[in-house]
């Protein structure tokens, strides 16, 4: 029985590693934030630091994971000198993936709902008052989203339970081409709306006047934070990927087509949703609200409406199912290292435990609503996100840098033979003092700022 896997092309790693990354951060927080900062010159500061951030990052998971062939729990021991402790960073990942997974899996529930409720008529005829209280009641409601939240569970597992090459790879890239498609459709329905024009020319014209309006200091540190933390760097999730893979390409390469799917995805929902927007006189910047009680609004006042938002939230669950996906395979391969148990003994562990961690963050929106652990109006779900998304994808980001520029870790030597490769494109040497040195230091600021913002800038 199958342990552990490879990829039967170059184009299901790409696909896979691009789920992984492609997520709600994606189509739901970067449309959102962007309508935040003011559109167009946001999108450009973002993409900049997608590049100088992220991309090296990813390089340094994805060499980590082919030159050991091992996830997150035992490539730092397969690769580290003899007696050095990087290997402790293991209950790191492995918690980060936890956590991510105790929250992700509400949240893609809250995405399987919508799509039945759009599919099945339930938001058809109902104004924004209307619209607003069906968000409001399914919070409220903990058993149908303990319901949805255990149907993401046992689907994604289902998918890995399959195998690699039969369900991971086979699954994702059929999700990813679904969803590429319908983004592509809904794209040009959205822009060729009446009224759309002005949607289109606050998403792509840029207006540096407005960076002014809400402080460029704050901008820039948006922006940093969704490049970084859009691709789910730091915690193994994305090496598992580079272990499944030989070593006929180089890494960069593979790394930036996963970067531009990523930053292709989230363009086109952008796409999508601002134009619609405009052409209904919706707020852009009307935050989280954005997606689950702004655009239903929207999909009822168009024609066709009820088929147009059955697409929407079709892709809006692949994209989530596809993160879902990626990191439940980084966990039961973890586990598989740690306990040398078959693979789908771990998952018929592993779904019912992940049940149980998911539940917290479902009762934390109504039987623990008092529970508000970064202050008021805060839940459980707020309080898994910081951990991982403050504390986790950055201090992780740190670990597997000085592990591959260091001369106490892998080296930046064994990194760059690794990385390099293969055919293609290949890393360039002379960035090793700002990878070494003014990269690090980029990522613990963004990680300072984290703390920073919460806890003082209120």
């Not at 730092?76 to 293991?90: I, N, Q, R, S, V």
């Not at 996100?385 to 504390?391: I, L, Q, R, T």
Request: proline letters at 4%.
């Amino acid at each position: 029985m199958e342990s552990r896997g490879s990829f039967s092309t170059r184009l299901g790693f790409i696909l896979v590693s691009a789920g992984c990354a492609i997520g709600l951060g994606n189509v739901w927080r970067f449309p959102y934030i962007t309508g935040e900062y003011g559109g167009a010159a946001f999108v450009l500061i973002y993409l900049v630091f997608l590049a100088i951030l992220g991309l090296p990052i990813m390089v340094a998971e994805f060499a980590v994971g082919r030159a050991s062939i091992r996830s997150a729990a035992m490539s730092f021991d397969a690769l580290e000198p003899k007696g050095t402790k990087w290997h402790l960073y293991k209950y790191g990942a492995i918690a980060g993936n936890l956590l991510l997974m105790m929250f992700y899996t509400t949240v893609s529930g809250w995405m399987l709902y919508y799509l039945y409720k759009m599919a099945s008529g339930g938001l058809s005829g109902l104004d924004a008052a209307g619209v607003g209280s069906v968000f409001g009641a399914l919070l409220q409601d903990p058993m149908t989203m303990a319901g949805y939240m255990v149907a993401i569970v046992v689907l994604c597992g289902g998918v890995c339970y399959l195998g690699v090459q039969a369900g991971v790879e086979r699954i994702t890239k059929s999700m990813m081409s679904c969803l590429l498609v319908l983004m592509v459709v809904l794209a040009i329905h959205s822009v060729l709306l009446p009224g759309g024009e002005e949607g289109l020319r606050y998403y792509l014209y840029p207006d540096f006047g407005r960076l002014a309006e809400f402080g460029l200091k704050e901008v820039i540190f948006a922006a940093m934070g969704q490049a970084f933390f859009t691709l789910s760097i730091g915690i193994g999730a994305l090496a598992i990927f580079g272990s499944y893979i030989g070593k006929t390409k180089r890494l960069t390469g593979e790394a930036v087509w996963v970067v531009l799917l990523d930053t292709f995805v989230a363009i086109m929902a952008g796409l999508i949703i601002f134009p619609a927007c405009f052409a209904y006189g919706v707020d852009p910047a009307s935050g989280p609200n954005l997606l689950f009680i702004s655009l239903p609004n929207v999909f009822n006042a168009m024609p066709l409406g009820r088929l147009w938002g059955t697409m929407f939230f079709l892709f809006m669950t692949f994209a989530s199912m596809s993160t879902v996906i990626a990191v439940f395979e980084n966990l039961i391969v973890c586990f598989f290292e740690l306990l040398h148990k078959d693979r789908r003994t771990i998952i018929r562990w592993g779904v019912p435990v992940i049940v149980l961690l998911s539940l917290p963050c479902v009762l934390g929106f109504n039987v623990w609503s008092g529970f508000q652990p970064l202050g008021p109006g805060s839940g459980v779900l707020d309080l898994e996100d910081f951990f991982v998304s403050n504390n986790l994808l950055p201090l992780g980001s740190l670990v597997y840098l000085a592990f591959c520029t260091s001369r106490y870790g892998w080296g930046w030597d064994n990194f760059i033979q690794e990385a390099n490769t293969g055919k293609g494109m290949a890393f360039p040497t002379c960035v090793r003092f700002y990878v070494t040195y003014i990269l690090p230091l980029i990522v613990l600021v963004i990680f300072v700022n984290g703390y920073y913002a919460l806890f003082f800038s209120k």
